[in-house]
């Protein structure tokens, strides 16, 4: 006699006492998978390219000049080594880092120094975010050149930007668009809670104009909120910046000019 198999299924037979005994293993479909970079993949972009929802792409110490995109993926895209030895580096090149495609908490950025973004009249040059709610955790943005929101841009979405340092980005030769946020830009259009918490914000330049060299929160239609327009040091617990929609939370952060 014989059995038909599924290519997903191992069929193993057994004759006991003359009955057959049906043994069925089944092979899981869309695994999680831990995808290597450069070990299974040589680029970043790559192995998130090759990646299923709840894969972790891991990355080996190493600068990566691209720019990246996590096209909608709910993964884990972390180093194995800390932003000290591991770098995406945008190679003043437009945006280093986007999610434009709904993401939400589930995709995950965490363990980079990102660098070397460049937005001639735009707004987030380090990482963007439009529409989308992800998690950015223990990155370092750094050296990135943009008219507004320099370091990282939130347009719409939710997201979580917790324990990262944004620091030394400005905007050169980039020009200015009046909405500042030397470190951050908060911009309007969702309902709910942004939540930024426990980063460093310090020696971000705005030397073409533009208010909140730690951060700016602005909503459609309003004018600019701002906190650290000039040379001072703001530590905060808990506090919040009410707009009529939109409801940046702040903890634990300090921020300087």
């Known amino acids: 006699m014989s059995w038909p198999l599924a290519a997903s299924v191992k069929c193993v037979c057994l004759a006991v006492s003359g009955a057959f005994l049906l043994s069925l293993s089944a092979t ?3 695994a999680q998978n831990t995808i290597l970079v450069p070990g299974n993949y040589p680029t970043i972009q790559a192995a998130i390219n090759a990646s299923n929802n709840g894969d972790s792409v891991l990355v080996g110490p190493g600068t990566y000049v691209e720019n990246i995109n996590f096209n909608g993926k709910a993964i884990i895209v972390n180093s194995s080594g800390g932003p000290a030895v591991t770098i995406i580096d945008g190679n003043h090149n437009g945006t280093v880092v986007r999610f434009n495609h709904s993401e939400t908490a589930a995709s995950v950025l965490s363990g980079f120094t990102i660098r070397n973004g460049y937005l001639d009249g735009g707004s987030g040059a380090g990482i963007a975010i439009t529409s989308a709610s992800p998690t950015i955790t223990s990155n370092v943005v750094t050296s990135n ?30 020009g200015d668009t009046g909405s500042g946020g030397g470190g951050i830009l908060v911009y309007g259009g969702s309902s709910g809670v942004v939540q930024i918490i426990g980063n460093t914000i310090t020696n971000n330049n705005m030397q073409s104009g533009g208010q909140g060299r730690g951060i700016s929160v602005a909503e459609e239609g309003r004018s600019c909120r701002a906190i650290s327009s000039g040379a001072i040091l703001f530590t905060t617990t808990e506090a919040e910046l009410p707009l009529t929609t939109y409801l940046p939370r702040l903890r634990s952060c300090k921020i300087s000019s």
């Open 145 to 174: 050149h943009a008219a507004a929101g320099l370091g990282i841009f939130v347009n719409g979405g939710l997201p979580l930007i917790q324990n990262n340092t944004i620091t030394n980005n400005d905007q050169m030769n980039a």
């Open 28 to 30: 899981p479909v869309n």
